[in-house]
């Protein structure tokens, strides 16, 4: 008789243990955005105040290709050493980070 009480009771907390059982798959999701507002400007027409900047910090570098968005804001290809380098500046010539740029 106890083998047989033992044997239910095994039997219950066992099948109460896999009723109770959740699988949850975890749902994380990743938002990017991107930023292609920026509309490409020649190079001769960028402000006097960005041209110095680079000319400042990055003496070595020639600017290959230059962006705008409607904030003032500059997105700069920078190249020297046959290496590339994109950079951010707002038309006074401050530096900004990427997540800066509006």
């Known amino acids: 008789m106890k083998k047989i009480i033992l044997s239910i009771a095994i039997l219950v907390s066992g099948a109460t ?40 910090d990055y ?4 600017i290959s290709k230059a962006f705008v968005n409607a904030s003032g804001q500059y997105k700069l290809e920078l190249t020297a050493d046959d290496a590339s380098k994109t950079v951010y500046v707002d038309k006074d010539g401050n530096w900004l980070e990427e997540s800066a740029v509006q």
């Not at 003496?59 to 020639?62: D, Q």
Request: charged content about 20%; proline content about 5%; hydrophobic content about 40%.
């Open 59 to 62: 003496a070595s570098a020639t």
């Open 17 to 56: 243990t896999y009723a109770t059982a959740e699988n949850l798959t975890p749902s994380t999701s990743i938002n990017i955005i991107m930023n292609d507002e920026f509309t490409e400007v020649a190079v001769d027409k960028l402000p006097e105040t960005v041209i110095n900047a680079v000319k400042k």
